[in-house]
């Protein structure tokens, strides 16, 4: 089985700060994806990546930054948290050439 | 870019009846439509999908059918069960790195 893991379950973070989430994969994909879910808003798409070093913005990626500095891991960045970023994150990933995802486990962030 | 509408929002239905949840997609060159399944505080997993060539497949009780002209495609859950009870996607791709999502259905099975 796939697995991507994302480190944190829950974060709580205060306004202004740096946040780093972290994605992990185990299966050698080369797509990797953040989206965040919101409730009445589904999946929204924040940045993905389909190689080292290479990333493309999705639909909603101001305030954010992604890093991905090896192949298994994907990192989303929020320069300086505020409150509307409060949400649920969740990493994804697939192999070129098919269209299936396989998600983490999400990351609950709350910004007070 | 494309748009993904998904109906209806919730769902509700008694246990061995039949469940349909719709999504229409806006941009007619998307070839690949999956469906995943939420359950509570749980991740989406894809449960079904179906490419542009197929108009319709199933899968024990879940099946999806797609209709190319219209730009809509459908999830039927027949025989439903209080554990298909969860919430589920559409989505609507024309590569791999482009895919977007519907609002999502919560769907609610009573015993």
């Known amino acids: 089985d796939v697995k991507v893991t994302q480190s944190s379950r829950y974060l709580v973070k205060r306004t202004g700060e740096k946040v780093f989430l972290e994605c992990v994969q185990d299966?050698?994909?080369?797509?990797m994806f953040w989206y965040r879910q919101d409730p009445g808003l589904g999946l929204r798409l924040i940045y993905f990546s389909y190689d080292v070093k290479m990333k493309e913005k999705g639909d909603i990626p101001e305030g954010y930054s992604v890093s991905r500095e090896k192949k298994e891991r994907f990192s989303l960045i929020l320069e300086s948290a505020s409150t509307n970023q409060t949400s649920m994150y969740l990493c994804a990933s697939n192999p070129p050439g098919t269209g299936g995802y396989t998600f983490g486990s999400g990351t609950r962030l709350t910004v007070v | 870019g494309e748009n993904v509408e998904q109906h209806p929002s919730t769902l509700s239905v008694q246990e061995g009846d039949s469940a349909v949840i719709k999504c229409t997609y806006s941009d007619s060159a998307s070839n690949y439509f999956p469906w995943y399944k939420q359950e509570l505080g749980k991740r989406p997993q894809l449960i079904i999908d179906?490419?542009?060539?197929?108009g319709e497949k199933k899968d024990q009780r879940i099946a999806v059918t797609l209709n190319k002209t219209a730009k809509h495609f459908s999830l039927h859950i027949t025989e439903t069960q209080p554990e298909d009870s969860a919430v589920y996607f559409c989505a609507a791709s024309i590569t791999v790195s482009d895919m977007r999502f519907g609002a999502g259905t919560r769907l609610t099975v009573k015993p």
């Open positions: 299966m050698d994909h080369e797509n």
């Open positions: 179906i490419r542009s060539n197929v």
